[in-house]
């Protein structure tokens, strides 16, 4: 692209304030020509110095941006999903992309291209990770994510910790062996933690989750007799990370860093990039896609079937 990509940014929230605003800033390719939020003076705080709406509609009714990103709860994606694919706009949605499947469904069949937002595929680390597994071999899989929801203060958003982290985990557990998920199942579920277990093709993830804890993220790959092949781990009490983590929540406002600043910068940065580069058509890696999402959600709804079923494995209908 010979000009940068010109988003506008709906919803200004926690994520937008914190992790968005300060990645367009340093992100190549893009930049933040708009934001929308119904609070005015949320949409003041986080879109300084750029055109303010109250809405994705009015936004895209002043023809001024390329693409859209919806940093916005799940229940209002498709909404404006359909809006922007009336008017040609590409969108990259958060996750979750809707609150169950058939939303989800609804967004993969959109004439107008969408992408979701799974950046933990963009961390470093993670990558690193799956460039070091051995194809084709039965792996098993720990991945865990863990915040403090009330440090984090959410706007509007007050998602269980399986529609909140889920897709993360999940998606990274497909992604990184490169296989579709077929079953899984419930070891806890509750409001603020999750336990799955997860088979993806002929590998399996162990599946923690938790919004009432230290930040920590943590994915170890283990192959035969259990020998560790790939680890990667930031945060937690005594983690390195996890004083970056509590001094970016701290700040009372957002303002330009650069990749490897914070890995929440870092990782979104990186995923507008490639955001901008599907868009454009060009290489990947791209963001994940709207099918990926359907998948995300299959398995959670898969998730909440065993759970009520007190733990049985419960199928993967992917396709």
């Given at each position: 692209m010979s000009e940068p ?190 336990s799955l277990e997860l088979r993806v093709g ?118």
């Amino acid at each position: 692209m010979s000009e940068p990509l010109r988003v506008g940014l709906v919803g200004c929230g926690r994520l937008a304030e914190l992790g968005y605003v300060p990645a367009l800033a340093v992100a190549h390719g893009v930049r933040l020509v708009a934001v929308a939020d119904p609070d005015s003076a949320r949409a003041a705080a986080v879109g300084q110095g750029v055109a303010r709406y109250a809405d994705a509609a009015g936004m895209l009714d002043a023809g001024e941006v390329d693409a859209l990103v919806l940093a916005t709860p799940a229940h209002v994606h498709l909404e404006d999903a359909r809006r922007a694919a009336a008017s040609g706009v590409p969108v990259l949605v958060e996750k979750p992309p809707a609150p169950d499947v058939v939303g989800a469904a609804e967004l993969a069949e959109l004439p107008s291209p969408v992408w979701v937002a799974l950046n933990r595929r963009f961390d470093p680390g993670i990558t690193r990770v799956r460039a070091s597994l051995p194809p084709g071999r039965a792996l098993q899989l720990d991945i865990r994510l863990a915040y403090l929801r009330e440090r984090w203060r959410p706007v509007a958003v007050g998602d269980d910790v399986l529609l909140d982290l889920g897709p993360h985990a999940i998606d990274l557990a497909s992604w990184l062996v490169g296989a579709e998920p077929s079953s899984v199942r419930a070891r806890h579920l509750s409001e603020r933690r999750a336990s799955l277990e997860l088979r993806v093709g002929t590998s399996t993830a162990r599946i923690e989750l938790a919004n009432r804890r230290p930040h920590h993220e943590r994915v170890a790959v283990r192959g035969a007799r259990r020998r560790l092949i790939a680890r990667h781990r930031v945060g937690g009490v005594h983690g390195t990370v996890s004083a970056a983590w509590h001094a970016l929540l701290d700040r009372a406002s957002p303002g330009p860093s650069a990749p490897g600043h914070h890995p929440l910068v870092d990782s979104l940065a990186r995923q507008l990039e490639a955001f901008a580069r599907a868009v454009a058509g060009g290489p990947g890696p791209w963001p994940g896609t709207a099918a990926d999402g359907v998948v995300v959600m299959k398995v959670i709804e898969a998730t909440r079937r065993s759970a009520a079923a007190a733990g049985v494995w419960s199928r993967v209908e992917v396709r």
